[in-house]
């Protein structure tokens, strides 16, 4: 089956540094990922989607420049929190779909939790 | 904008019956996917099951099977005898085809408990 590795699964960093995180399929090609976040007890909220070779479309409110996204291979994407806070604690889960199958469901990553000191 | 509501924020079950998981949506497409995604507390997000809009039938998986309402735009998740390992939180989510990056929207999720 499809199986998607995010990296680290958790995180703990100061405050005012920079954090990646790692999304990759590992068994299939990805043209598009997605990047949620999500707060204790509640739902994934879609922060971006990653499209290969191209920049990212963030979702309305998520700062672009705070949250980087780098989807430079088939396989690959990355989120960068650039000089993170403690307000940005919080878990990150990707997704990706297999690609030319545009309809079929998402397969996610175990999620990385950060925490920001 | 498509909206997907879980009114349920949390649930119990005992070990054994069989519970149901409401889920109602806003589209005005007619085409569309919808799913349940179970959350466990290791937070893995696992496909549940899936229904296709245009199909009439039912989408069922073992023991999880779907109430698919088009006209009400509903769409509910019902497990039969339900296992300790049901424990989880449960999103409903939306997915219209062909719409840039086909993207789910999700539901608030409702947290189900089941008990021995």
């Known amino acids: 089956g499809a199986v998607v590795s995010q990296h680290p699964s958790w995180v703990i960093c100061k405050s005012g540094t920079s954090v990646k995180i790692e999304c990759r399929s590992l068994d299939f090609q990805a043209t598009t990922m997605f990047w949620y976040r999500q707060f204790p007890k509640q739902s994934l909220m879609l922060m971006a989607t990653s499209n290969e070779g191209s920049k990212a479309t963030y979702e309305q409110g998520v700062e672009k420049d705070k949250f980087l996204i780098n989807h430079a291979s088939l396989t690959l994407s990355t989120l960068t929190v650039t000089s993170a806070h403690p307000e940005d604690s919080s878990f990150y889960i990707c997704s990706a779909r297999r690609q030319g199958t545009e309809n079929s469901p998402l397969h996610f990553g175990n999620g990385t939790r950060l925490t920001v000191t | 904008a498509q909206t997907v509501t879980q009114s349920q924020p949390e649930m119990s079950v005992q070990e054994a019956e069989t519970v149901t998981l409401s889920c109602t949506y806003d589209?005005?497409?007619?085409?569309?996917?919808l799913f349940w995604y179970k959350q466990p507390p290791s937070r893995q997000m696992i496909l549940v099951i899936r229904q296709e809009a245009y199909k009439q039938q039912n989408a069922t998986e073992n023991r999880f099977s779907v109430n698919f309402q088009k006209a009400a735009k509903s769409f509910s998740l019902k497990i039969s005898d339900s296992q300790l390992g049901d424990t989880a939180m449960y999103f409903c989510a939306f997915m219209k085809p062909m719409e840039y990056g086909n993207k789910l929207v999700f539901g608030a999720g409702t947290i189900l408990r089941v008990k021995s």
């Open positions: 589209t005005s497409e007619s085409n569309y996917y």
